[in-house]
């Protein structure tokens, strides 16, 4: 009865370990940078001067990049698109849809950092994990602001397919 009681108390033990812990992945500064002045130049070729932020999991700036006319709320404009997408784990177009007057998540709106606005998405590896997310500002609409996040994702799609 001792050894199993002994056996017992080692194996909730090392479930404890286990669950003390976690792992995740997260964008290496080099594929935030590429990510975001891809995003940039795609807007650039486009005739639209732009800023972008990209966050890692946790929506702490990994990287930004601003064109040159930019204006000059793009810095915070920008992240807080990729800060409200890795937060909520979503797209900012799906979340200003969804967070409108009425709707029963409109309170998001009152939150200091959430930007529910299009032009932030999730950067999620092969898999399906979160490992950032990308925030674009400064275009001349959200939508555009979009197109432009997820070619920032394209460019590094290959070396997070893993």
Same mark, same amino acid.
């Given at each position: 009865m001792k050894a199993f009681t002994l056996a017992l108390a080692m194996t909730a033990g090392t479930a404890a370990a286990q669950d003390a812990l976690v792992d995740f992945q997260v964008?290496?500064?080099?594929? &935030?940078?590429?990510? !975001?002045? &891809? &995003?940039? %130049?795609t807007c650039r070729d486009q005739g639209y001067q732009v800023g972008v932020t990209v966050v890692d999991r946790s929506g702490l700036p990994q990287a930004f990049v601003r064109d040159r006319f930019a204006g000059l709320h793009v810095y915070e404009t920008s992240r807080r698109k990729a800060w409200t997408a890795v937060?909520?784990?979503?797209?900012?177009?799906?979340? &200003? !849809?969804?967070? %409108?007057? *009425?709707?029963?998540s409109s309170g998001?709106?009152?939150?200091?950092e959430a930007l529910p606005l299009g032009g932030g998405l999730m950067i999620n590896e092969g898999g399906g994990g979160?490992? *950032?997310?990308? *925030?674009?500002s400064g275009a001349p609409g959200?939508?555009?602001?979009e197109i432009c996040a997820e070619a *920032?994702? !394209? !460019?590094?799609a290959d070396d997070i397919a893993f």
């Open positions: 964008l290496t500064p080099e594929l &935030a940078l590429r990510a !975001a002045v &891809a &995003a940039m %130049e937060s909520f784990r979503t797209a900012t177009s799906d979340l &200003a !849809a969804s967070t %409108e007057a *009425g709707q029963i998001i709106r009152l939150l200091s979160m490992v *950032g997310g990308i *925030g674009v959200p939508e555009l602001d *920032g994702i !394209a !460019a590094i």
